[in-house]
């Protein structure tokens, strides 16, 4: 269930060196603008008069998915001098927006994906592969670009990760984690219920596939611990957001209306909430 939850967390953080090489690219700093996310959508969809009702309706609500904003920072930060590693990449780079893969993955130097699962060697997108745990990965190359999308909360041993990215992050480097809320009611559930109840919650709600669902730890999934593992290994802490995840229900016209409608409704003056710091 960890895909899914009614708010996400996301960080960038600068490599142990950065303040030597001066200040992170303002890129880094703040979220994507309405321009940069209207252009992820129509990468991902094309005309978007011409799409499903599902993406019209976000579209009306003016609500952008925590996935679209992750597409729409790394889409800024990957240049043609990116050396890029994806950690936990799986079979795929980016799931909903493979056609924005293709392109970060044509338009950078070097991508380099690394997942304990076999199903990394179906990634069409990596230029390189490594079928081991991050906590473990060792090689001579260094990286200007670090991506977690989805992966902080199944790792078991984040300072023994946070540690390798350190050794492997070039100086100037940034680290960017996509993950979910530690505390957010979706994420307790996932942690208090067994794995079988996560694979029928999924396919129920998201039609997601039982092999790409798995256990989950939580131990780097607040502001707090994030900042901790980073803090610890000499990083430079750049940016922090939390995003709304209103994707519950996204296969339920009637449904999906009425988790938008209460995300709008907490968003008016009286309800308003403070989304990123």
Same mark, same amino acid.
């Given at each position: 269930m ?7 967390a ?9 303040l030597?090489q ?6 880094a700093?703040?979220l994507?603008?309405?321009r940069?996310?209207?252009?992820v959508l129509r ?6 008069t011409?799409c ?8 009306r609500?003016?609500y ?8 729409a920072?790394v889409?800024?930060?990957v ?7 994806d ?9 909903? *927006?493979?056609r924005?893969?293709g ?5 950078c130097a070097?991508l380099?994906?690394?997942?304990p699962?076999?199903?990394?060697f ?6 390189a592969?490594a *079928?081991e745990?991050i906590?473990s990965f060792c ?5 200007s670009l670090v991506t977690?999308q989805m992966?902080?909360?199944?790792l078991?041993?984040?300072e023994g990760?946070?540690? *390798?990215?350190?050794?492997?992050l070039?100086?100037g480097?940034m680290?960017?984690?996509?993950t ?12 208090l ?15 997601s ?11 780097m999934?607040?502001k ?6 980073f ?5 430079q802490?750049?940016?922090f957001?939390?995003?709304?995840d209103c ?8 449904l ?10 907490l968003?008016?003056?009286?309800f308003?909430? *403070?989304?990123?710091?």
């Open positions: 960890p895909d899914r939850s009614s708010s996400l996301g960080g960038v953080a600068a490599s142990p060196n950065a030597q001066g200040s992170p690219p303002l890129a700093k703040r994507p603008t309405k940069e996310l209207i252009r990468w991902k969809h094309g005309r978007l011409k499903g009702w599902g993406v019209r309706l976000r579209r609500f003016g952008f998915t925590p996935a679209e904003y992750y597409e920072l889409a800024k930060l240049t043609p001098e990116t050396s890029w590693l950690v936990g990449c799986g079979r795929d780079l980016m799931p909903q *927006n493979r924005l893969a392109m970060l993955s044509t338009r070097f380099l994906g690394v997942d699962d076999p199903a990394i179906e990634n069409e997108f990596v230029h592969r *079928n745990p906590e090689c001579e190359r260094t990286f977690l992966v902080a909360e199944h078991h041993d984040p990760a946070v540690a *390798n990215l350190a050794k492997l070039r100086p480097g680290v960017v984690v996509y979910v809320n530690r505390w957010s009611p979706t994420s307790i559930a996932a942690f219920t067994p794995q079988w109840v996560h694979h029928v919650a999924k396919k129920v709600l998201w039609g596939k039982k092999e790409d669902t798995y256990a989950v730890a939580y131990r999934n607040t707090r611990r994030l900042s901790q593992l803090c610890a290994e000499g990083f802490s750049v940016s957001h939390y995003l709304p994707r519950c229900f996204a296969r339920f016209r009637v999906h209306f009425l988790e938008l409608s209460g995300w709008k409704f968003l008016t003056p009286a308003s909430l *403070n989304h990123c710091e």
